[in-house]
């Protein structure tokens, strides 16, 4: 095969996926490449003679919760291989957003967009760079559920302007001589165009009016080691969400606040033992720490509390 050689040292086991870093801004262009910045659930997908088996980033299995995807997967034709991407909704041929993916019915395809290969018939290629795990994933025969991220090179600014126009997330830069490297690294970069991060649940408040369940979620982020409070979010739900959250809440409840800085229940709010990770988007943050305008967007079961902590430019 042309390019650089592949490695011949072996795979074994789970393999950490590579983790974006967020920026503000990108200055110069040059030696990278943009995709689109999905908005799913991350996926690393192992594949064998013996099966598939599809992985969150923290390792929950994820075949039950997207057969198609594991189906089509091990429909592929090609070497053994362990893949990297998002799973998203995309009904009307339309990539949907992570509310999309929660809110999906049975009927609602789902698309597993692959944007790198670590292992290729038994074979380690995160040490090559990006460029030629590119040309080793071009080679695989994708079809059905299966798609590869398209990527673009140009100026950041301009190609994060056209996305935000085009209504996506955002763009990841990725630097194209890079190796694979697990864990956040400054290789790949966030360039957002919304406010939405993950935040943990430490507890709740009383429905008002006709409202059922509950009234907001209590939510905050890990920082120096303690559980900070981010504020409440009150829309973004539906009736089967309030019920279903309402649920878990009650098991989950207890008189000791999780947050160091909003240590007692003030009238109508209850704590909960921090165990639940949300996904909420928002405008802004205040001064003070706290959310402005957040809106629920779905429960995030592939995200350990411990991980959550407040995204920061770098």
Known sequence: MRGKRIPTTKV???MDPMLATLVDTLTDS???VFERKLDG???????SGKGVRLYSRNKLPLED????????????RGPDCVLDGEVVAAAGGKIGGFEALQQRTGRT?????IFDVLSLDGNDVRPLPLLERRRLLGALSLTEALRRT???TGDAEQLRSEACAAGWEGVIAKRTDAPYRAGRSKDWLKLKCVLEQEFVVGGYTDPKGGRSGFGALMIGYNEDGQL??????????????LADLAARLVKLETTKS????HPKAYKGEHFVKPKLVVQVGFSEWTRDGKLRHPRFLGLRKDKRTADVVRERPA
């Not at 659930?41 to 594949?47: C, G, K």
């Open 65 to 76: 919760s997207f057969p198609s995807v594991a189906e089509a997967l091990e429909r592929l």
């Open 30 to 32: 040059s030696g990278w």
């Open 150 to 152: 398209a990527t673009r």
């Open 258 to 261: 999780p947050y160091t800085d």
């Open 228 to 241: 900070r409070y981010g504020g409440e979010v009150g829309t973004g739900f539906n009736q089967r969400t």
């Open 109 to 113: 395809p789902l698309r597993y967009y």
């Open 12 to 14: 074994a086991g789970w």
């Open 41 to 47: 659930i991350r996926a690393l997908a192992y594949r």
